[in-house]
Each structure stands twice: as C-alpha cells, then as structure tokens.
C-alpha cells in the first residue's frame, strides 16, 4: 500500500486548518490580503461594512475548520 494517499490527505487537513484558523483569527488581515490581490489586478473592493465584513469573515473561517474536521473524520472512517 502506498504512503502518497496518506500523506496527501495529510498536508491538505493541514493547509486548510490552517487557513480557517488564520480567516477565523485575523479577520482584517484576510479581509486586506484579498483587496491588495484585487488591486495587484486592477481591481479596487471596500466592503459596504467593516463590521459586518470581519463578522462574516470570522464565520467563514470557523465554517472551513468545521468543514475540514467532518471531511477529515469521514474520510478516516469511510476509508480506514
């Protein structure tokens, strides 16, 4: 049997727990790496609310650490 399944499975559970605790932590800081990516290709965004734009984005952030835990563990037990 080979590892490639296993550790593959591996560095995405960790990317994206990763990345959810980061969005889910630093909100404002994910909110300003987008709009300095949109302006790198011409683009300019501003959310209508802050406020509701960091609220939403810590909630987006949990949703991905959810999500990844539940794929996580249906994975080990659909294919152990």
Do not use: C, D
């Amino acid at each position: 049997m080979s590892l490639f399944p296993l550790i593959a499975f591996g560095i995405i559970l960790a990317v994206s727990l990763i990345i959810g605790f980061f969005i889910f932590l630093k909100p404002h800081l994910a909110i300003e790496i987008q709009k300095r990516f949109y302006a790198r290709i011409n683009w300019r965004i501003e959310p209508v609310s802050l406020t509701k734009e960091i609220r939403n984005t810590s909630i987006m952030g949990l949703f991905i650490i959810i999500a990844t835990f539940f794929s996580a563990v249906y994975i080990l037990i659909r294919f152990k």
